[in-house]
């Protein structure tokens, strides 16, 4: 497995999770991260994603101002810190990798992928 992500679980309303992501340095280094989030029966929707250096962030409008995105390049990980979550944040959560620096928020765009972990969000 070249990505590994970890951290969901079983959450009420307004409670924190914070996700993380390893992966083999080959994979990791000099790629731009990302976490996705996926409901069954509907597409893979854009969550945070992070460049190399950690100095650009971009997040999903549903993500903003509750949801942070970091990474510690010497762990080769990444992590999605989740705030005041909500039951509608429920999906299994996916990290990803991207060749090249640029962020992009298309899951066509990342060429990398861990096998998820489902965080549930109860009302």
């Known amino acids: 497995v070249q990505l590994q992500a970890s951290g969901g679980g079983l959450v009420q309303a307004g409670g924190s999770l914070r996700l993380s992501c390893v992966a083999s340095e080959r994979i990791f280094s000099g790629k731009s991260m990302a976490w996705f989030r996926q409901i069954p029966g509907k597409e893979r929707e854009f969550v945070a994603a992070?460049?190399?250096?950690?100095?650009?962030?971009y997040y999903a409008d549903s993500a903003k101002g509750r949801f942070t995105v970091s990474r510690d390049n010497a762990k080769n990980t990444v992590y999605l810190q989740m705030n005041s979550l909500k039951p509608e944040d429920t999906a299994v959560y996916y990290c990803?990798?991207?060749?090249?620096?640029?962020?992009?928020?298309?899951?066509?765009?990342?060429?990398?992928w861990g096998q998820g972990t489902q965080v549930t969000v109860s009302s």
């Open positions: 990803a990798a991207k060749k090249g620096s640029v962020v992009l928020t298309t899951s066509p765009s990342y060429h990398y």
């Open positions: 992070i460049n190399w250096s950690g100095g650009i962030t």
